[in-house]
């Protein structure tokens, strides 16, 4: 009986220790959502990504609707927060998308879900080029 | 003034706008129906909006209301209302102000985003904008001379619930009405709908005007329902009116030719409206003041 006992204990101990690891492993990995977006936000793809074309559109409708909060470079003006931080500049686009649409209402940004689902990646496309063009300089 | 000399200066001052003003893109083309979009924080609208119709065996009149909508905050926009309205062989009166606040209930963006509303109205009798049909509202009340009409005070408080979703590209909006004059009389009910959406979803590159983008198509429909004493009786004014809206460089110029369904409605009305912000509007007050 004894030496199962401590083969028992033996298992016992590595899987604390693999559940350890595991559990370690998954807090490093598992960064916060980009405004608290849920999970399937971030999945989302964009039917627009590396598109010069929606890129330009994208621009457009940039200075039409965000540029009067935001500034022309993406700087902020007044309470609207500059989008050249980490937070945004490492926001998928899908996070990026899902803020676009919902906005933050209590904090002034408002949603954008008036905006056709095309116009609103459009934007995305166009923040993620600028951000490429930050991380190229 | 004559009717002819205010169509001049009323066209005269859409063109003026359109010359000088900025606006946002992403309102819609509706003039009675409201969707669940707020104005942005700190951000002023000025709308104008005309009405011309004529009331069987009466005169033709022009109608028009200056708005000016605020976002105060993301959830609450607050909108304050100046009305007039000029009839042929008659006179141009003043008929009154509204004030009116917008509340979104739900933070997120649902599959209906509901919007609570509440103004109030101190107009007279005179009032021809047809802002809303309510209750038993006719063409005949067209037919009081503007002498006579504006003595009738009207003290009243609207409240709406606002139902709004946006689904591929479409806007679907609808709007329940309850009246009531605070002097007295039963609570007067009506109803708005509306649906748009713009020729194309995705933005074109270049900057242009005759774009489809540009362009939203839609329409509206609106009438009474009757009182808290006889709801859904005969008699009320129904409505209906294609809309189109076309953004014209972050100008969005809006018309609707307007049919009406029954006996009580107006036969043919038009409307027709322009609207502009001013970004950073109360970030620019205040700055004023600091200063």
Same mark, same amino acid.
């Given at each position: 009986?004894?030496?199962?006992?401590?083969?028992?204990?033996?298992?016992?101990?590595?899987?604390?220790?693999?559940?350890?690891? &595991?559990?370690?492993?998954?807090?490093?990995?598992? =960064?916060?959502?980009?405004?608290?977006?849920? !999970?399937?936000? !971030?999945?989302?793809?964009?039917?627009? =990504?590396?598109?010069?074309?929606? !890129?330009?559109?994208?621009?457009?409708?940039?200075?039409? *609707?965000?540029?009067? &909060?935001?500034?022309?470079?993406?700087?902020?003006?007044?309470?609207?927060?500059?989008?050249?931080?980490?937070?945004?500049?490492? !926001?998928?686009?899908?996070?990026?998308?899902?803020?676009?649409?919902?906005?933050?209402? *209590?904090?002034?940004?408002?949603? @954008?879900?008036?905006?056709?689902?095309?116009?609103? @990646?459009?934007?995305?496309?166009?923040?993620?080029?600028?951000?490429?063009?930050?991380?190229?300089? | 003034?004559?009717?002819?000399?205010?169509?001049?200066?009323?066209?005269?001052?859409?063109?003026?706008?359109?010359?000088?003003? %900025?606006?946002?893109?992403?309102?819609?083309?509706?003039?009675?129906?409201?969707?669940?979009?707020? $104005?942005?924080?700190?951000?002023?609208?000025?709308?104008?909006?005309?009405?011309? +119709?004529?009331?069987?065996? +009466?005169?033709?009149?022009?109608? +028009?209301?200056?708005?000016? $909508?605020?976002?105060?905050? +993301?959830?609450?926009? #607050?909108?304050?209302?100046?009305?007039?309205?000029?009839?042929?062989?008659?006179?141009?009166?003043?008929?009154?102000?509204?004030?009116?606040?917008?509340?979104?209930?739900?933070?997120?963006?649902?599959?209906?985003?509901?919007?609570?509303?509440?103004?109030? $109205?101190?107009?007279?009798?005179?009032?021809? #904008?047809?802002?809303?049909?309510?209750?038993?509202?006719?063409?005949?009340?067209?037919?009081?001379?503007?002498?006579?009409?504006?003595?009738?005070?009207?003290?009243?408080?609207?409240?709406?619930?606002?139902?709004?979703?946006?689904?591929?590209?479409?806007?679907?909006?609808?709007?329940?009405?309850?009246?009531?004059?605070?002097?007295?009389?039963?609570?007067?009910?009506?109803?708005?709908?509306?649906?748009?959406?713009?020729?194309?979803?995705?933005?074109?590159?270049?900057?242009?005007?005759?774009?489809?983008?540009?362009?939203?198509?839609?329409?509206?429909?609106?009438?009474?329902? /009757? #009182?808290?004493?006889?709801?859904?009786?005969?008699?009320?004014?129904?409505?209906?009116? %294609?809309?189109?809206?076309?953004?014209?460089?972050?100008?969005?110029?809006?018309?609707?030719?307007?049919?009406?369904?029954?006996?009580?409605?107006?036969?043919?009305?038009?409307?027709?409206?322009?609207?502009?912000?001013?970004? /950073?509007?109360?970030?620019?007050?205040?700055?004023?003041?600091?200063?």
């Amino acid at each position: 009986m004894r030496p199962r006992v401590r083969s028992l204990s033996g298992v016992t101990i590595i899987l604390a220790i693999v559940t350890t690891f &595991c559990l370690t492993l998954s807090t490093v990995a598992q =960064e916060p959502s980009f405004r608290n977006a849920p !999970a399937s936000a !971030a999945q989302m793809k964009n039917p627009y =990504e590396d598109n010069p074309g929606a !890129a330009a559109a994208g621009k457009k409708l940039y200075g039409q *609707n965000c540029s009067q &909060c935001h500034g022309n470079n993406l700087q902020g003006m007044g309470p609207a927060p500059t989008l050249i931080n980490p937070a945004t500049q490492k !926001a998928k686009p899908g996070e990026l998308f899902w803020f676009i649409t919902n906005g933050d209402l *209590n904090k002034g940004m408002p949603s @954008w879900a008036g905006l056709p689902k095309p116009q609103r @990646w459009q934007i995305v496309t166009f923040l993620e080029s600028k951000f490429s063009e930050g991380k190229a300089k | 003034m004559s009717l002819r000399q205010a169509i001049l200066f009323l066209a005269a001052s859409l063109l003026f706008l359109l010359a000088v003003v %900025p606006a946002n893109a992403g309102d819609r083309p509706y003039f009675i129906t409201y969707d669940s979009n707020m $104005e942005e924080p700190g951000t002023l609208e000025i709308e104008t909006m005309g009405l011309t +119709g004529q009331p069987k065996g +009466g005169d033709a009149f022009l109608a +028009g209301l200056m708005e000016f $909508e605020y976002g105060a905050k +993301g959830w609450w926009t #607050t909108e304050f209302y100046l009305d007039g309205q000029t009839t042929a062989n008659q006179s141009t009166v003043f008929t009154g102000f509204r004030w009116e606040n917008r509340f979104r209930m739900l933070m997120k963006e649902h599959f209906v985003n509901p919007v609570l509303y509440v103004e109030f $109205e101190n107009i007279n009798g005179a009032d021809k #904008t047809l802002k809303e049909v309510v209750g038993y509202d006719s063409q005949f009340d067209g037919l009081v001379p503007n002498a006579i009409a504006r003595q009738d005070k009207l003290r009243e408080i609207e409240t709406k619930l606002i139902l709004s979703s946006n689904l591929n590209g479409w806007n679907i909006s609808e709007n329940f009405i309850a009246e009531k004059n605070l002097a007295g009389g039963p609570w007067e009910f009506g109803y708005a709908a509306a649906v748009s959406r713009p020729l194309a979803l995705a933005a074109s590159p270049e900057e242009c005007v005759l774009c489809r983008e540009n362009f939203q198509v839609g329409a509206e429909f609106y009438g009474g329902l /009757g #009182t808290a004493e006889k709801f859904l009786g005969g008699g009320t004014s129904q409505y209906v009116a %294609p809309v189109i809206g076309w953004q014209v460089h972050d100008v969005l110029l809006k018309i609707a030719p307007t049919f009406g369904l029954t006996g009580a409605s107006y036969r043919v009305m038009l409307r027709f409206g322009v609207n502009y912000e001013i970004s /950073g509007f109360g970030r620019k007050l205040r700055k004023l003041f600091q200063q």
